[in-house]
């Protein structure tokens, strides 16, 4: 079974950076997974921010973070990370990376089986 689990969240400042990691720890070979990266702002639906297909070049950005994060993975470590850079108050949500073994994911939570817990990332202005 599928077990992910994500860390790196914390308290940080407007333009601060941080990295987020996520563990692919275990259930199907994790080179076989597209990845993702939502967030969840407090009261609000869950948000796509990247993702990353299991050949490791197809990528994708939410417009709102294009340019400030970064998506990338590293097979032999079964680990997924969500660099942010120029953090914004904006920003502050619930971290959760997503995992699917489909032909094809997109943008929606909907197109990912598999979930971890979260992390909380909190930006203050």
């Known amino acids: 079974q599928v077990q992910l689990v994500e860390s790196g969240g914390g308290l940080v400042q407007a333009g601060d950076s941080l990295r987020l990691s996520c563990v692919f720890s275990a259930g199907p070979t994790f080179s076989s997974a597209h990845m993702a990266w939502f967030r969840q702002p407090a009261g609000k639906e869950r948000e796509f921010v990247a993702n990353i297909w299991r050949d490791g070049k197809t990528i994708n950005y939410a417009e709102s973070v294009k340019g400030r994060f970064t998506i990338s993975r590293d097979n032999a470590k079964n680990t997924v990370w969500l660099q942010m850079n120029n953090a914004k108050s904006e920003d502050t949500a619930v971290y959760h990376c997503?995992?699917?073994?489909?032909?094809?994911?997109?943008?929606?939570?909907?197109?990912?089986?598999?979930w971890g817990q979260g992390t909380q990332v909190t930006v203050s202005s």
């Open positions: 997503a995992a699917d073994f489909r032909s094809w994911v997109g943008y929606r939570p909907s197109d990912y089986a598999y």
